[in-house]
């Protein structure tokens, strides 16, 4: 099944979470927007190519990276800005969460 057949069978039914390894991120984002599925995908992808999905879908595809504690938070949350971060389960420690800047704009 082809990615333009898979966002067919989904479209209006389920959303989708496409793991990008190695893609082209202009063809996934043409695939994605001709199937209308940018607000049923979120792609997770590295910061470099997530940055080249927000450009080519215009920030209307959501994307998804990992977030590791070498990162500074705040700087990572405004050069990224990913919809939702994959963080692992021993890093989210006390320290790390009373450090997340709730409700600051």
Do not use: W
């Not at 997530?50 to 700087?75: C, H, N």
């Amino acid at each position: 099944m082809t990615l333009p057949e898979a966002l067919a069978v989904a479209k209006g039914k389920v959303n989708l979470y496409l793991d990008c390894k190695r893609i082209d991120p202009k063809l996934l984002v043409e695939e994605v927007m001709a199937a209308g599925m940018e607000h049923q995908v979120i792609v997770y992808a590295s910061p470099a190519v997530l940055a080249q999905v927000k450009a080519a879908s215009m920030g209307t595809v959501a994307g998804m990276t990992k977030y590791r504690p070498t990162m500074d938070f705040d700087t990572f949350i405004k050069d990224v800005a990913p919809a939702a971060v994959e963080i692992d389960a021993p890093d989210v420690t006390a320290e790390f969460v009373s450090a997340i800047p709730y409700g600051r704009d």
